[in-house]
């Protein structure tokens, strides 16, 4: 057979030979009978134009005709085919008229899914224009050379324009000079190119008044932006601006401390005499507030004052407060509603009146508040540091906040320590963190062996942070992370050269990189080898072992105090 015919007979598309004289098809391939549902017999010699929809017919007649009148080689058309029980498919053709033979030899291929989604993407954006027509907002894009796609009635009405005359034109030539050097502009352009909304409220220059604008980076590379008028907003915030300033320049004449909150009793503004007293702004306060108040009775008064909002009741107590310099004082404080017309709560009003002196009672905490605000520093501090250089060190979002948590699991554990009598042992510390791994410290693979040695209250959270960073490390790279690993950690005494204390954590049986130790320095590997030294003067070394990671200490141990001789196994 010759390669012709052989491609004739297998293409899966249609194939068809068709007579321009008398418009009757002289040939088709069988994959044309199986779509079509005609046999060979029953299409042969049939006119071309009775498998095409009637609603189509005329337009394809015309288009061959015209390829055959201007002696065109090529036709591409597309119609609608009928099958033999009257269904019909959507067909691209592509064929090629021979003067000489009189015939169109034609290829046709089913490309109704593609018409479907054709016509779903029109009915799509008629919908999205009758949206984008109704909103409220003014709305126009951009693509990604800065031509205007789309504006809608408001943003052609907003901009003085037609959408006609700026159509197809870049952005930035359809406003003056001046309008495209403005930061308003400016922030477009970075949406443009950082891919991320913005929202900005500007002034215009070319009608005087006040425009908010939202910009979103669309999939196709260009910017949607809506933007509606807000000089009536504004001039209404300018109003309340003016008046708010009225009413505090005479608040704040008076002496005592005067302040508002929302219907939930949060706050929202307060005077300069209450700024004066205790030194935080309304917004401090939302999150301080109660800390303001004598722990002694703050939990009391605050139910009290909340079963007040819930039953829309006056408040009125004595009450112990702290100012700025530290001192509780007594204040009497009266808080009184402010109800709208249905009965609800819309504001609270407060005044706190300074009656210390003839309470003839101060405050005496300052020393444990002192001290309470220097822990939490430390505490904070430490958590700041420990999410920098997590942060530092993690490959993704997932990675961050799968090390922090862990870091400040170890640094909660510490905290429980340090309140426990005997939180201070080295070996109770092994312990718990090795268990809070999921490691069994009795399991034959772990050898713990060392006196029970009494830590400085100031060397556990350092310490435990580096156990929880070797732990950490045994867990996903070492002794822990194969079959075949081992853990050995042993410390001891040694008085040479003042008390110390000795720490080797070794581990083996682990396949390590024949080629060269780590060299990316992490979070938990500066934590073992250049925090301890700096932190506690300890001597830190960590070695690289053919089977395995050695980590040696030596750290100092002022009034070092043994708790027994027994070893810790």
């Avoid at 003839?360 to 999410?387: K, P």
Wanted: glycine share 6%; proline share 5%.
């Amino acid at each position: 057979m010759p390669s012709s015919d052989r491609f004739f007979t297998l293409s899966p598309d249609l194939l068809s030979v068709v007579n321009m004289h008398d418009g009757r098809l002289m040939r088709v391939n069988p994959a044309a009978c199986r779509i079509l549902g005609w046999s060979e017999a029953e299409l042969l010699h049939r006119p071309f134009l009775e498998l095409v929809h009637r609603d189509d017919r005329e337009k394809a007649a015309a288009e061959m005709a015209a390829a055959v009148a201007a002696g065109q080689a090529n036709l591409r058309m597309e119609c609608r085919s009928l099958r033999k029980d009257g269904s019909h498919f959507w067909t691209e053709w592509h064929s090629t008229y021979f003067p000489s033979e009189g015939l169109f030899y034609g290829i046709g291929r089913d490309i109704t899914e593609r018409k479907q989604a054709e016509a779903a993407l029109v009915a799509a954006q008629t919908e999205r224009n009758a949206v984008l027509e109704s909103i409220a907002d003014a709305f126009y894009s951009v693509d990604a050379e800065w031509r205007l796609t789309y504006a809608n009635a408001r943003a052609t009405a907003l901009l003085s324009r037609s959408a006609e005359t700026m159509l197809g034109r870049r952005l930035f030539d359809l406003v003056s000079a001046k309008a495209a050097a403005s930061p308003q502009f400016a922030l477009v352009r970075r949406a443009m190119l950082e891919r991320r909304q913005l929202d900005v409220e500007y002034l215009s220059d070319s009608t005087g008044r006040w425009i908010a604008a939202r910009i979103y980076p669309r999939d196709d590379g260009g910017l949607s932006i809506y933007f509606h008028d807000i000089t009536e907003r504004k001039h209404i915030e300018e109003a309340l601006r003016a008046s708010r300033a009225h009413f505090e320049a005479v608040a704040n004449l008076v002496p005592d401390m005067l302040w508002r909150s929302g219907p939930e009793g949060t706050p929202t503004w307060i005077n300069q005499g209450w700024f004066n007293y205790h030194g935080h702004t309304a917004e401090e306060l939302r999150d301080a507030g109660w800390k303001l108040l004598h722990p002694d009775n703050a939990g009391e008064i605050r139910a009290s004052f909340e079963a007040a909002v819930r039953n829309k009741q006056p408040f009125i107590d004595e009450q112990r407060i702290r100012r700025r310099d530290g001192v509780y004082r007594w204040c009497l404080v009266r808080v009184q509603m402010l109800l709208d017309s249905k009965g609800e709560v819309t504001a609270w009003f407060g005044a706190a009146t300074d009656i210390d002196d003839l309470k003839r009672a101060q405050g005496q905490q300052e020393l444990l508040i002192a001290e309470l605000q220097h822990r939490t520093r430390n505490l904070l501090a430490i958590v700041r540091s420990l999410a920098a250089q997590t942060l530092t060190d993690s490959a993704s979002l997932e990675d961050f906040g799968e090390r922090f948590n862990s870091r400040l699991g170890a640094l909660s554990r510490v905290q429980s320590f340090l309140s426990q009598d005997a939180a201070s042992d080295i070996g109770q510390l092994l312990r718990a963190e090795l268990a809070a791994h999921g490691v069994e410290p009795d399991e034959p693979r772990v050898i713990l062996e060392g006196p029970p040695v009494e830590l400085p209250i100031g060397h556990v959270q350092p310490l435990a942070l580096a156990v929880h960073e070797l732990t950490t490390n045994a867990l996903k790279h070492g002794a822990f992370a194969t079959p075949s690993g081992r853990l050995a950690v042993r410390w001891w005494m040694e008085s040479e050269k003042g008390s110390s204390l000795s720490f080797e954590w070794r581990e083996s049986g682990v396949e390590m990189p024949k080629d060269e130790k780590p060299v990316h320095r992490g979070f938990g590997l500066d934590l073992i080898e250049r925090g301890l030294p700096y932190q506690l003067g300890a001597i830190a070394r960590v070695a690289f072992a053919s089977d395995g990671i050695v980590y040696k200490l030596v750290l100092p141990l002022p009034n070092a105090n043994p708790i027994a001789p027994a070893l810790v196994a």
